[in-house]
């Protein structure tokens, strides 16, 4: 398991060989493959209930013909869009494919419903029509919210449009056995029920039915991923686990993704992937998606970079080269094609697994998401009860524009000097958590905002769509002992979207 020569390690190659020689004497992999909980913990909990993605590879062959018949009923029933209403490890897989692999002759144009923002729901709701649209609802637990909310909505809208029994034909429901969601598709005739295996998590599930069922609508190849991600290498995911792990501990704890522009979008699903399962206990590695590249003078010394590149693609290697002659630390991996991503899954949740264990921490709860969760429900039930929720006072208006946060700026400039002036060095980032509607031109001004910050202080920068980073980043944010600063972004939608109380129901 020696470290390949197309990795240049650096100043954190001593760190690396020794972790991996431990990691070789105390058979952490083997022990993995073997589902042996003492890896992490002597206690089983949370552990031995999320290992099943090891199976996938193997496990989801049988799950196939029921994914193509469904989506081939559904096309022959008129539908040529499919929707994905979901949250987190429920809606970043089947982005990911969507994006990367397009759409196949004869299958389903697929988009991805995640954030709760008005703007973003209604224009979805305007551009698909229940007549020849496939509703993809899926949640593990059958209880998040914001997928629950949408499934009320769009059944509303499917109903109205369609009549009761024509609109569940419109619903496929993606969830575990026995949850809320199952329950509800059963009593409003969904079209199917894909039941997953409950012992896999959120995260872990790109390669279960929560990333193959959309995977299949938009016509990929299912036998030919899971056949890669059956090949994948364990010795090589141990490899990228190890270094993830001890560039962390090292200080190197930013790790920054560059990859072959055809597979980017993979970048988003490895993000939440490494956040949601080391950020706690005060350690964490925080990946970084999409940055605007700057010169790698202007990068601090806390970063691991790892290249993704697809074979034949030396759009980025220039700048790779560049970065690992500074002195900078890069891992180079290359694809030989666009399928070689059922690989990627594998290898990339192993290797998260692996850098779990350099760490000392267990990478497959989230103590500061469930706590989370805990104090929304608490001001739900204040709002229910008292008719409005907590506010603050503004700090200061400019504009049209409103900010509150500490310190008394005199304008908006100082109040961002004073944010990035309570940096670290070598610690601390930047999360720009915008609570807006995705669109082009807010893409750009983030993208400008992080380059500005990136080229001033040399600090990271990652952005997140709200609600959505509560699901992909939010345990990093809450459980790496405070290093990130954060500047959210919000604004009042101009039209508002009501949640029905039920599906069917008017009430809302």
Known sequence: MDTPSLHRLGPIAAEVEAVLARLRRERIVPRILDRDHTVWRDDPTEITNRLGWLDSPTAMVLHLPAIREVMAAAVRDGCTHALLLGMGGSSLAPEVFRRVFGVQPGHLDLAVLDSTDPTAVLARARELTPATTLYLPATKSGGTVETMSFAKFFFNKARTALGAERAGKRFVAITDPGSGLADLAASLGFRHTFLNDPKIGGRYSALSCFGLVAAGAVGVDLERLLARARAADTDEA??????????ALAGRDKVTLIASSAIAPFGAWVEQLIAESTGKEGRGIVPVDNEPAVAPARYGNDRLFVHLRLADDDGEDQRVEALAAAGHP????????????????????????????????NPFDQPDVEAAKVLARQMVQTYRQEGRLPSLEPTLREGELTYIGEGRPANLREALDHLLAAARPGRSYVAIQAFLPSTPAIEALLAGMRRSILERTGMATTVGYGPRFLHSTGQLHKGDAGHGLFLQLTADPSEDAPIPDEPGSDRS
Do not use: C, N, Q
């Open 330 to 361: 890069v891992l180079r991996i290359e694809l030989s094609d666009l399928y070689d991503l059922g690989r990627e899954f594998m290898r990339w949740e192993l290797a998260t697994a692996v850098a779990g264990w350099v760490l000392g921490i």
């Open 238 to 247: 141990a490899v990228l686990g190890v270094a993830l792990g001890a560039a």
